[in-house]
């Protein structure tokens, strides 16, 4: 009785162990990637090349940036689908063409979309996936890009 309950506790902490490791820095859990990455995420904080980007340290008139301003929203739907949500000169302003992948065994995102005219095509690294924080890191004409996100359907 003692050999099967070891052999029952070793067996529920492989599982719990192989499950932690589905994604780096705590993303783990026992619900899948996918289902987690489907969500409403709030950009908190953008990062390009260590720089935070802010409304003082970017032209806000350059289109460029406007995807990467705090409070974008990103829609992740499940059918693969998503939509980008910013203000832009206090309009809002919504992708089109939009679609997302995520690769579970390479942990990355795909990101696709038009917004304003320009057209994203992001592969990102995940670097951190939870039901309320997603981290991913990219690099965009040669800039390094750091998006943190977190939940806002109130799970």
């Not at 980007?53 to 739907?77: C, E, G, H, K, R």
């Not at 979309?113 to 057209?119: A, D, F, I, P």
């Not at 995940?126 to 890009?145: P, S, Y």
């Amino acid at each position: 009785m003692k050999a099967y309950k070891i052999a029952l506790l070793l067996l529920i902490s492989a599982v719990g162990f192989s499950c932690a490791a589905c994604f780096p820095e705590g993303g783990g859990g026992l619900v899948n990637p996918e289902y987690r990455i489907i969500n409403v995420w709030r950009l908190a904080h953008a990062y390009c090349d260590d720089v935070e980007v802010d409304t003082t340290s970017f032209n806000m008139d350059d289109i460029y940036y406007q995807a990467y301003m705090p409070n974008t929203l990103y829609y992740i739907y499940a059918d693969h689908v998503m939509n980008v949500i910013c203000s832009y000169h206090g309009q809002i302003r919504q992708s089109t063409f939009s679609t997302w992948i995520l690769d579970k065994r390479e942990k990355t995102l795909s990101l696709d979309y038009t917004l304003l005219g320009r057209h994203y095509v992001i592969l990102s690294e995940i670097r951190k996936l939870t039901k309320n924080e997603l981290i991913i890191e990219f690099e965009e004409e040669g800039r390094h890009w750091r998006l943190e996100m977190y939940s806002q359907t109130g799970y």
